[in-house]
């Protein structure tokens, strides 16, 4: 289908998760901005990484709490034959920004591929029709110096790792802000004071904050809760183990399902409407592995798709977005119901 209908029609909002970073998100100039029309919507899409379905209370499992993602699939769309652009990080960031699949798309591995200047993303096609962006979390597209950082492809403010690898460290003494390194205060010299993931969610509640009267774009790429590798037995990394504490599970697996429930807090703490991951099939831990389900079973959800897809949760605005020109090659189907 053409790129024009793909995105002049019924409004998409997609997400995994969201953050604030009071007083050091830059202030847009908001003489700049259009002033909001009620027809044009606010676009949040949040990412969640290395994330199974089988790690969701909405596709069946029930040891991990994830009351705020269940409502999203009980209130909006329930897709029960889905998959992400690729089995790994890079592609599949690769597919969700330019629309294309990995047969056209200029990054097909985890290889540090960055993205050219001709390689038109979402964020690139919504600026013309007056859309304040931003993205925060982990980019992968494009390390430092080359043409594909996030400020180079449509993005007004970006904060967080641009190396997929350095991603695995939740507790970094840098990450990135626009094209400056930003020092993590908490985590010199090696402390563990600064969880990343809290940030992206202050900076991305800070972005919602600013612009809410006007219209804007966030892509907020949560690392949650893919493993630290480098720590091997101990990669699962959180500030603490609750709600879990008291389970009888292997300390990772307490961990990994922490992870995912604070990750189901923010989502709730921001209203967001999807939930889709890079990656990741039925839920890997211990946990969601004992209770295993069909994919084609009952669900609650009022809408369930059964047609292949992209995403694993959509929520679907009836708002549309304004139309404007898009770049031919952006692959895909509608999703509406």
Same mark, same amino acid.
């Given at each position: 289908?053409?790129?024009?209908?793909?995105?002049?029609?019924?409004?998409?909002?997609?997400?995994?998760?969201? =953050?604030?970073?009071? #007083?050091?998100? /830059?202030?847009?100039?908001?003489? $700049?901005?259009?002033?909001?029309? &009620?027809?044009? !919507?606010?676009?949040?899409?949040?990412?969640?990484?290395?994330? #199974?379905?089988?790690?969701?209370?909405?596709?069946?499992?029930?040891?991990?709490?994830?009351?705020?993602?269940?409502?999203?699939?009980?209130?909006?769309?329930?897709?029960?034959?889905?998959? /992400?652009? $690729?089995?790994?990080? &890079?592609?599949?960031?690769?597919?969700?920004?330019?629309?294309?699949?990995?047969?056209? %798309?200029?990054?097909?591995?985890?290889?540090?591929?960055?993205?050219?200047?001709?390689?038109?993303?979402?964020?690139?096609?919504? @600026? !013309?029709?007056?859309?304040?962006?931003?993205?925060? #979390?982990?980019?992968?597209?494009?390390?430092?110096?080359?043409?594909?950082?996030?400020?180079?492809?449509?993005?007004?403010?970006?904060?967080?790792?641009?190396?997929?690898?350095?991603?695995?460290?939740?507790?970094?003494?840098?990450?990135? +802000?626009?094209?400056?390194?930003?020092?993590?205060?908490?985590?010199?010299?090696? *402390? @563990?004071?600064?969880?990343?993931?809290?940030?992206?969610?202050?900076? $991305?509640?800070?972005?919602?904050?600013?612009? *809410?009267?006007?219209?804007?774009?966030?892509?907020?790429?949560?690392?949650?809760?893919?493993?630290?590798?480098?720590?091997?037995?101990?990669?699962?990394?959180?500030?603490?183990?609750? !709600?879990?504490? @008291?389970?009888?599970?292997?300390?990772?697996?307490?961990?990994?399902?922490?992870?995912?429930?604070?990750?189901?807090?923010?989502?709730?703490?921001?209203?967001?409407?999807?939930?889709?991951?890079?990656?990741? =099939?039925?839920?890997?831990?211990?946990?969601? *592995?004992?209770?295993?389900?069909?994919?084609?079973?009952?669900?609650?959800?009022?809408? &369930?798709?059964? *047609?292949p897809a992209r995403i694993l949760l959509l929520g679907v605005s009836r708002a549309r977005l304004p139309?404007? +020109? /898009?770049? #031919?090659?952006?692959?895909?189907?509608? %999703?509406?119901?």
């Amino acid at each position: 289908m053409s790129g024009m209908k793909l995105w002049s029609h019924t409004a998409f909002r997609l997400a995994f998760f969201v =953050g604030f970073l009071t #007083g050091h998100a /830059a202030l847009p100039q908001l003489e $700049s901005l259009r002033p909001k029309r &009620a027809d044009v !919507p606010n676009i949040i899409f949040i990412l969640a990484d290395d994330l #199974g379905y089988g790690d969701l209370g909405c596709y069946g499992q029930k040891k991990i709490k994830t009351p705020n993602i269940d409502r999203l699939a009980e209130e909006g769309m329930r897709f029960t034959q889905c998959y /992400a652009g $690729s089995t790994v990080c &890079a592609p599949s960031r690769c597919c969700l920004m330019t629309g294309v699949h990995t047969g056209h %798309a200029r990054i097909r591995g985890n290889a540090r591929v960055a993205l050219e200047p001709g390689d038109l993303t979402v964020a690139e096609i919504l @600026k !013309p029709a007056g859309y304040r962006t931003a993205a925060f #979390g982990k980019w992968g597209l494009g390390n430092e110096g080359t043409s594909g950082i996030p400020n180079k492809h449509g993005f007004d403010e970006w904060f967080g790792y641009l190396d997929q690898t350095l991603a695995h460290n939740y507790y970094p003494e840098w990450l990135w +802000r626009n094209e400056r390194q930003w020092q993590v205060p908490g985590n010199a010299n090696g *402390q @563990k004071g600064d969880y990343s993931h809290d940030w992206f969610t202050r900076t $991305s509640t800070n972005f919602i904050r600013i612009n *809410q009267k006007y219209p804007f774009f966030l892509y907020l790429a949560y690392t949650i809760p893919h493993a630290n590798n480098e720590l091997k037995d101990k990669g699962m990394e959180v500030p603490n183990d609750a !709600p879990y504490s @008291k389970e009888d599970w292997p300390q990772q697996e307490k961990n990994k399902a922490a992870m995912i429930t604070r990750l189901d807090a923010d989502v709730g703490g921001l209203g967001v409407l999807g939930f889709p991951a890079d990656g990741g =099939g039925v839920g890997r831990s211990q946990a969601t *592995q004992r209770h295993r389900w069909h994919f084609h079973g009952p669900h609650p959800a009022r809408l &369930a798709a059964d *047609q292949p897809a992209r995403i694993l949760l959509l929520g679907v605005s009836r708002a549309r977005l304004p139309t404007g +020109r /898009a770049h #031919g090659r952006l692959e895909g189907r509608e %999703a509406r119901p």
